[in-house]
C-alpha cells in the first residue's frame, strides 16, 4: 500500500515530441506528489508537484495531471528537448513528510 | 543559499569493512533523509530526522547500518559490515517543512562493495 507504481520503465521520443510518464498509488492519505529529475551523477531536483486538490498543474514546458478517484498521476513535458534526458520520478508522501518514490523513467530525446 | 552537502562523494571498499558518509542539510532545515539509491531503482527511505530525533528507520537494517544526527544539524550514516548488495548511492535530503515543503537532495556518496 505504500508502494508508487511507476512506468514505462524507459522512453525514447523525438525533439519536439510529448513526453508521458505515469504512476499509480493505493494509498490514499498520500496528499503531495512531486516529480524529481535526475542527471546522472547528481542528486534528484525537484521539478513540478501537485496536492490531489487540484486536476492539473502547468509550469513551462512541464504538465502534471491527477486523477484522484483513479488514484493515478502523470507528467507530460511537452516539446521534448535532448536536454530533458535523464531520469525522472513520481513520488508521494504523507503528512509526516515521509517520501515514497517510483522506480524511475530513464527518458532520452533524439536530436 | 548553499545545498545539501555530502562525502566523499565516492567511496570503494571490501566486503566487512566498514564505512561512513557524512551530510551537512541546508540550514534551517529540521527535517533530514538518507536514501539508498541502487542502480536503475528509485530512492528508497533507510532513515528520516526531525532535528535530532528519529521519525522513522524501519527500513534501515539495523544489524550493519546505523546513524545519528547529534546535534540537530549534520549527519553521519555509517555502515558495518558491509555486503556487496549495499553497493549504491547514498543520497542525503533535507526539507523546507518551513516554507515549500520541498525536498532537496545531495549528489550522493557513491559506494562501491568489492
Known amino acids: 500500500q505504500q508502494q508508487v507504481k511507476q512506468s514505462p520503465q524507459s522512453l525514447i521520443v523525438q525533439k519536439g515530441g510529448i513526453s508521458i510518464i505515469n504512476c499509480a498509488y493505493e494509498?490514499?492519505?498520500?496528499?503531495?506528489f512531486p516529480w524529481y529529475q535526475q542527471f546522472p551523477g547528481k542528486g534528484p531536483a525537484l521539478l513540478i508537484a501537485i496536492r490531489p486538490d487540484v486536476s492539473e498543474k502547468k509550469e513551462g514546458r512541464f504538465t502534471i495531471s491527477f486523477n484522484k478517484s483513479a488514484k493515478q498521476f502523470s507528467l507530460h513535458i511537452m516539446d521534448s528537448q535532448p536536454g530533458d534526458s535523464a531520469t525522472y520520478f513520481c513520488?508521494?508522501?504523507?503528512?509526516?513528510?515521509?517520501?515514497?518514490f517510483g522506480t524511475g523513467t530513464r527518458l532520452k530525446v533524439l536530436a | 543559499e548553499a545545498g545539501v552537502a555530502q562525502s566523499p562523494r565516492y567511496k570503494i571498499i571490501e566486503k566487512r569493512q566498514s564505512v561512513a558518509f557524512w551530510c551537512n542539510p541546508i540550514s534551517g532545515h529540521a527535517t533530514l533523509y538518507w536514501y539508498q539509491q541502487i542502480l536503475g531503482q528509485g530512492p528508497k527511505l533507510l532513515i528520516q530526522f526531525q532535528n535530532n530525533g528519529v521519525v522513522d528507520d524501519s527500513q534501515l537494517p539495523k544489524d550493519r547500518f546505523s546513524a545519528e544526527r547529534l546535534k540537530g544539524v549534520d549527519s553521519t550514516l555509517k555502515i558495518q559490515p558491509a555486503k556487496l548488495e549495499d553497493s549504491a548511492v547514498y543520497l542525503c535530503a533535507s526539507l523546507d517543512r518551513a516554507n515549500t515543503g520541498e525536498l532537496f537532495f545531495g549528489e550522493g556518496s557513491r559506494l562501491t562493495v568489492l
Open positions: 494509498n490514499t492519505a498520500f496528499d503531495y
Open positions: 513520488a508521494a508522501s504523507v503528512r509526516t513528510y515521509k517520501y515514497i
